[in-house]
């Protein structure tokens, strides 16, 4: 047998080791559990997907680690925790590497006591990573209103009404993201962002758009952002507003990432013209917007600071002929040169029925060379959550990060 033919055998060795049913049951491992590696020899092998048997990296043995995910068929469990460098990694390890869970401290937070959410993670830190990741987010959290029971929207076709447990259930997809930047969509205000956001972790700013007459509520993007960030809040982008009070405000922040400062908007676009279509009202607004922003993105693409934009653009940017896309993206000046991080990245949210983004993070030329390629993501809601999936929200959140300049 040639040499081939060995390196062969043995990679197919490997796999077979690693895909056999584990003998200890994945059963008693939950989603959101901590638990500690077990202390061995060597380093713990992460591996991209359950059963596949390609080692991507190492998990650092003894360490810590959070459950984001079990694979109850092949007992494989999908951790974040420390490689060895120190950096957090995600990825999936057999059930054997784990020691167990580990004993918390205290009393748990008031919300870890209610039915259903056991699973919640504790209370992120709030300054940024150490290893200097700086981690981007954004989502549109539904007609998020400040006080339970209350509709954004009315009859005949009311917006989500949320009751307490749903609150804090939104706070523990945040605290499993653990964004450093939260871009947000269809907020109220501070008031209704505070329901869902640890305000011990994080600063909030809100774009200041009024109630229009039609809503018991606002509409309004906003960011939340780690304490311990260097931020600088700026004023609302209110030119996105082409409809006398219709439409959404961009909100903005300027943030220090090392000896750089990022210029980020959240924006919400006019929905209903998803498709590469430029007919009807909708499109007539969403076409009015487009060379607006895209004259606010030229403008800081030929300053000093990388642009990027968060959040719902109510557009598939991502089909090859969108003539939207086309316009943003023209190249001009050259640091307009833009980049969407959902380009060519699998739809992970709720059951998937909807295949393409409207939900964006775009990237002029500088900041994308920042961007770790190998960290967008969408993070999809708990099987478990689905009767509440509606109560969550009807998008789920994007997410990157970037890495040290």
């Known amino acids: 047998m040639g040499t081939v033919g060995i390196a062969t055998m043995a990679a197919m060795l490997v796999v077979m080791a690693v895909s056999a049913p584990q003998p200890d049951s994945a059963h008693d491992i939950q989603e959101g559990a901590r638990v500690t590696l077990v202390d061995r020899d060597a380093d713990i092998p992460a591996h991209p997907a359950p059963q596949d048997g390609r080692v991507a990296f190492r998990f650092q043995r003894g360490s810590a680690a959070l459950v984001l995910a079990v694979d109850i068929a092949s007992g494989w469990i999908q951790i974040r925790g420390q490689r060895p460098d120190g ?66 929207f009315g009859p005949p076709r009311p917006s989500v009404r949320r009751d307490t447990t749903d609150y804090q259930r939104i706070r523990c997809y945040v605290r499993l993201l653990d964004p450093d930047v939260l871009a947000v969509q269809e907020i109220d ?30 509409q309004n993007t906003g960011f939340a952002y780690k304490k311990g960030l260097d931020v600088s809040r700026l004023p609302d982008f209110s030119a996105l507003d082409v409809s006398n009070g219709e439409l959404r405000y961009g909100a903005r922040i300027r943030v220090a990432h090392g000896d750089t400062h990022l210029q980020l908007m959240s924006v919400h676009l006019k929905s209903g013209c998803v498709g590469n279509s430029d007919q009807g009202r909708d499109c007539t ?6 060379p607006i922003l895209e004259d606010w993105i030229d403008e800081h ?21 969108d003539a939207v896309w086309a316009q943003l ?26 295949t393409d983004y409207i939900d964006h993070i775009v990237f002029d ?15 999809n809601f708990r099987d478990a959550d689905q009767p509440h999936w509606d109560a969550i929200s009807d998008h789920c959140p994007l997410a990157v990060d970037l890495g040290r300049p």
Not at 206 to 217: C, E, N
Not at 285 to 290: A, G, T
Not at 301 to 321: E, H, M, T
């Open 365 to 379: 030329r500088r900041s994308i060379a920042l961007v770790d390629r190998g960290s967008p993501r969408q993070l």
């Open 285 to 290: 607004q969403l076409l009015r917007q487009i």
């Open 87 to 152: 950096e957090d990694a995600q990825g999936w390890i057999i059930r054997r590497y784990v020691h167990g869970a580990l004993d918390d401290a205290g009393a748990p937070p008031p919300e870890k006591t209610v039915p259903g959410l056991g699973w919640c993670p504790a209370m992120p830190s709030p300054n940024p990573y150490a290893d200097g990741t700086l981690r981007l987010a954004t989502w549109n959290i539904a007609n998020l209103h400040a006080r339970d029971g209350e509709s954004t």
């Open 301 to 321: 693409a030929a300053g000093p600071d990388p642009v990027i934009v968060l959040g719902d653009f109510n557009r598939r940017l991502n089909d090859p002929s």
């Open 189 to 218: 205000g501070e008031e209704a962002l505070a329901r869902v956001i640890d305000t011990e972790v994080y600063d909030l700013h809100m774009s200041r758009r009024g109630q229009s007459r039609d809503m018991h509520g606002r």
């Open 329 to 354: 993206d023209d190249g001009q000046p050259a640091n307009a040169d833009l980049t969407t991080i959902t380009d060519g990245l699998a739809t992970n949210c709720r059951d998937n029925r909807f």
